[in-house]
Structure formats: C-alpha cells, structure tokens
C-alpha cells in the first residue's frame, strides 16, 4: 500500500476524531455553563412563596414562626420550607451566593459587593394580578422595584448582561380566582389573561437587559396536600395544562422573534412533569424517597388551622413529622428542602445536588 491511497483513509479518521473532540469540548462547555449556556454572575429572582427568602413581613407570614426553617438555617428565615427554597438551589446550581432579599438590599449603594449578589424580588403571596393578600405586590410592581434600581444604576450595564433572572409566579392568581367565587367556564378566559401578563412580565425583565430568563410552568393545582383524597389527586389537571401550554406556546414565540434564535433568551422550569415524576416514582431516583409524596409534614391539627399556627394561649395547633427529609410537601402548599432538591435534581440533571 503506498501513501496516496492511505491519505484519504487518515485524513477522514482525523477528522472523526476532530469531530468528536469538538463535541466533548462543547459538552464540557454546556455541563460548565449549565442550561443557560454562559458563566451567569448575578441572578434576580420575581415570584412568590416558592421562591421568597424572606422578603415577606414578619406578623403576616407563617415562614417566619416555627418550625419554619428547622433544617436550614435552623430557624425560621422567611423561607416557606423546612430549609432551602428553589431561589437558593438555583444560586447554587450557577454557583453564585443566594441573592440578597429586596427588604434588606434596596438601598443598597451602586457597585456595592451587596450589588453583585443580585436581588430577590419575590414576595409569598404574590400573582401577577393582585392576590387574596393585598399587601403583597404583584409581579409588575417587583420589577418595578427591580427598574427603580436600574435607573439608579446600582447594576452596570456589564453585571445586567451577565445576569439571568428566575421568574416563578405559580399559582396565587389562581386561589384569588377561587376566592372570588370564579365561575368554571369563566376559568379559561382568566387562565389565557394570567399567561398573557407572565408573557408580558417576562418579556419586560428581558427588555430591561438581563440576558436569559428562566419561567417555571405551573405545578400540577390539584394535588396540594389538603386537596388530596384518599384516592390520591387529579393529576388530568385541565387548568394548569392550558396555563403550561399557552406559556410554552409564548415563550417559543418569544425566542422565536429574536435574530439569533439559537441563543433562547426564555428557557422553561418544569414544575409539573418534575412534580408528576416525583409522585410517580415517591421520590427522584438517586437522590430522595418519600414514601407518600402527597401528604404533607407539617399540617393544622383542627379544621382551619395549618403548620406554624399557636393558640392565643401557645397551644400548638399543629402536628409536625419525624423527618421531613422524606417528605415532599413541608406544609399544604410548600415544598421541603430535600423536595426542592429532587425537583433540581429532575429539572437540571447536570446539577449536583
Ligand atoms: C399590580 O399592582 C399595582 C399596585 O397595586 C397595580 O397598580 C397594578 O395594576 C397591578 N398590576 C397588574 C398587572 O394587575
Ligand atoms: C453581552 O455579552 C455578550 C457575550 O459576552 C456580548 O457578545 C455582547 O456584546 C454583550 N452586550 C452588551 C450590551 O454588553
Ligand atoms: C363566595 O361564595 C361564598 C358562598 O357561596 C360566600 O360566602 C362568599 O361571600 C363569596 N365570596 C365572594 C368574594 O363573593
Ligand atoms: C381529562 O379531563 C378531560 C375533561 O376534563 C377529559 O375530556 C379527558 O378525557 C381527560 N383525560 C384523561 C387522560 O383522563
């Protein structure tokens, strides 16, 4: 054989092996950047009790009685968890430190180190309309708040085009809805209007120059612990399946209208497959088990009552579980820490949590 006829050969196996080293490089670099494909080094965060830290006040919110917070930081810190909430998981997944809460960070000064930490806007309670809890602002008054610190150019435009925002609104609007006595077939016209002001929420906070925005779709509605029957919980949930599809349908167009449409400025946080696949398999394979996914650890003792709450005389109205760890649900509402940390693990499986 002489060397004409094998240059073909090597060339073409060169390039195989070219080839291949670019796609480790480009799994490397996606596994380093994670779902949003470059180095975020600030994260601002709008939504409601699933992602506060602790900017809602004291006298109006469980999260701040015990045994709110017994597993991180070990006292009641604002958080609507036994520990951490997805805005913490979310900090550590782009390692960066959690975002200071707005409460804390408002004044904060220009260029400050507090700055750099980015902000968590999100208030339990909150809608992207007003909610059962007036006092609570709605999404579009956070990011006024997020605006107002902009126009005091306490980000530079540098620390904006290196930030991504986690936008997590997912469900109070539907409990005002109820409240308010809603009818069943006023319900997909209310659904279509609450997508269409998250579409227009999203849309802003990308406007105002943060680079990608990450939207968590609405969890499965019907299968908060105190809804459940005994014959478990409906997971045919008509009104989040159009809540989620609509949202999906919006944000592809979103993205779609950009130039470069590879670099989606809109990703999804699954919240209902992620919740489904945890109830399915009561837990998330490799990293949690709970044994009943539906019920919750910490629930009212009486009709009326729910975790946190005290009798004017200091009577506990409420019973709390042996190890929240295996549980999913902290209260009728809110997720663990170890929940929080499986639906990571589920949604951001190069995640290591
Ligand atoms: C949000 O709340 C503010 C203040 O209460 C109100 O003016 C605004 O209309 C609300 N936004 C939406 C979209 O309902
Ligand atoms: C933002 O960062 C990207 C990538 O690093 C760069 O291409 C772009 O020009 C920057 N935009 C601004 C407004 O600084
Ligand atoms: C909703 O209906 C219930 C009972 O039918 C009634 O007691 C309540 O006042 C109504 N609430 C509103 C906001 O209309
Ligand atoms: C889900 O519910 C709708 C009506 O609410 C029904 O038409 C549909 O067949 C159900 N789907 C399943 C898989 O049960």
């Given at each position: ?52 830290t602790g900017n809602t006040p004291f006298p109006i919110a469980a999260s701040w ?138 849309k802003r906070i990308k406007d105002l120059g943060v680079r990608k925005v990450l ?18 919980c409906d997971t045919n949930d008509t009104l989040a399946h159009l809540h989620n ?109």
């Amino acid at each position: 054989m002489n060397i004409t006829k094998l240059t073909p050969w090597f060339l073409f196996l060169c390039l195989i092996l070219l080839s291949d080293y670019r796609k480790v490089k480009a799994h490397e670099r996606t596994q380093k950047d994670g779902i949003f494909g470059f180095k975020a080094k600030t994260l601002f965060v709008f939504g409601d009790s699933y992602a506060d830290t602790g900017n809602t006040p004291f006298p109006i919110a469980a999260s701040w009685r015990f045994p709110y917070g017994i597993t991180f930081p070990g006292s009641p810190s604002g958080r609507f968890s036994d520990g951490h909430v997805s805005t913490d998981y979310l900090a550590k997944y782009i390692r960066l430190r959690r975002p200071i809460v707005y409460k804390w960070g408002r004044y904060t000064l220009p260029g400050s180190q507090v700055a750099r930490r980015g902000m968590n806007f999100a208030y339990g309670g909150a809608g992207v309309f007003q909610t059962i809890y007036e006092v609570v602002p709605n999404a579009s008054v956070q990011i006024d708040s997020f605006e107002h610190l902009l126009r005091r150019n306490v980000y530079s435009p540098a620390d904006l085009n290196s930030s991504v925002a986690f936008f997590s609104i997912v469900g109070n609007d539907y409990l005002a809805y109820a409240r308010r006595n809603g009818t069943k077939q006023g319900r997909p016209a209310f659904i279509r209007k609450v997508v269409k002001q998250i579409l227009l929420d999203v849309k802003r906070i990308k406007d105002l120059g943060v680079r990608k925005v990450l939207v968590a779709l609405s969890p499965p509605q019907k299968c908060w612990p105190s809804l459940v029957t005994p014959k478990g919980c409906d997971t045919n949930d008509t009104l989040a399946h159009l809540h989620n599809s609509l949202l999906r349908g919006g944000l592809v167009k979103l993205n779609n209208e950009k130039v470069d449409n590879n670099d989606k400025s809109f990703l999804m946080f699954d919240l209902y497959n992620a919740f489904l696949t945890i109830f399915k398999n009561k837990g998330a394979p490799g990293v949690s088990k709970f044994p009943e996914p539906l019920k919750a650890c910490c629930v009212g003792t009486k009709p009326g009552h729910s975790c946190g709450d005290i009798s004017l005389i200091g009577e506990k109205l409420f019973s709390l579980c042996k190890d929240p760890k295996s549980f999913f649900f902290w209260d009728n509402v809110h997720i663990t820490d170890q929940g929080w940390r499986s639906v990571f693990s589920l949604l951001l499986p190069d995640s290591k949590f």
